[in-house]
């Protein structure tokens, strides 16, 4: 089992429409949460940190459930430059001799479409 | 300020060969994380360097090394280039260890034909 699931879509919407985008963890002990944008032949860039009472910004909503072991990112009123592939990254507790390092999903890819 | 650069962008080797990349991170920074990331899937982390000491190492094969400098660049070096490597490689620096608050480079493109 991959330690970060994500649905890898592809999701084609219109604009404005709102999507949602969800990713499992396994490591239950895990203990920092976010969603990166990556667009097409470029770096990944934080879109959020994910905070367990939830947290949104602007059209963005990322809530997470620790029991649950689960993340979700919502974008309201899409946007033709949202186009790109979202990352769900986990950060493991610090295990002894092990790094603190992103783990990474393998990304959902979306499209809006005019 | 100039962010996260690498060198080359784009570099082509065949089977077996060896590569070198290269990374230098944001100004103040002193910490450097490698990724390689295959068409289709997320990064995956193979080596964290802070303050010239490596911190922690992917699940990668001894084929792969890496070194920070006193200047706090990096390289990662590829010896025995398989066909399997052909991937983007990042570099992400931070100015502690802290993952969380990294920032990433444009990556290097490597095909092994």
């Known amino acids: 089992r991959k330690e970060v699931e994500q649905d890898p879509g592809p999701f084609n919407v219109p604009e404005g429409a709102t999507v949602a985008f969800n990713c499992t963890y396994s490591?239950?002990?895990?203990?920092?949460f976010f969603w990166y944008r990556q667009d097409c032949r470029k770096e990944p860039k934080l879109l959020m940190s994910v905070y367990s009472s939830g947290n949104e910004d602007g059209r963005f909503t990322a809530q997470l459930n620790r029991a649950s072991q689960y993340i979700s990112l919502l974008i309201r009123d899409s946007k033709l430059s949202d186009s790109a592939t979202y990352l769900c990254v986990v950060l493991p507790m610090l295990s002894s001799g092990s790094a603190r390092q992103l783990t990474f999903g393998s990304g959902t890819q979306l499209t809006v479409l005019p | 300020d100039a962010g996260v650069t690498q060198s080359p962008t784009h570099l082509i080797k065949t089977r077996g060969q060896h590569v070198t990349l290269r990374c230098s991170p944001i100004s103040g920074h002193k910490s450097v994380s490698w990724y390689q990331q295959v068409l289709g899937q997320g990064p995956q982390f193979i080596f964290q360097y802070y303050e010239k000491e490596e911190r922690g190492r992917g699940n990668f094969p001894d084929r792969f090394s890496a070194r920070q400098f006193p200047n706090y660049s990096s390289e990662l070096n590829v010896n025995a280039l398989l066909l399997g490597d052909s991937a983007l490689y990042l570099c992400?620096?931070?100015?502690?260890?802290?993952?969380?608050?990294?920032?990433f480079g444009p990556g290097t493109r490597l095909t092994v034909l």
């Open positions: 992400a620096s931070s100015y502690t260890g802290t993952p969380n608050e990294q920032f």
């Open positions: 490591n239950s002990a895990s203990q920092s």
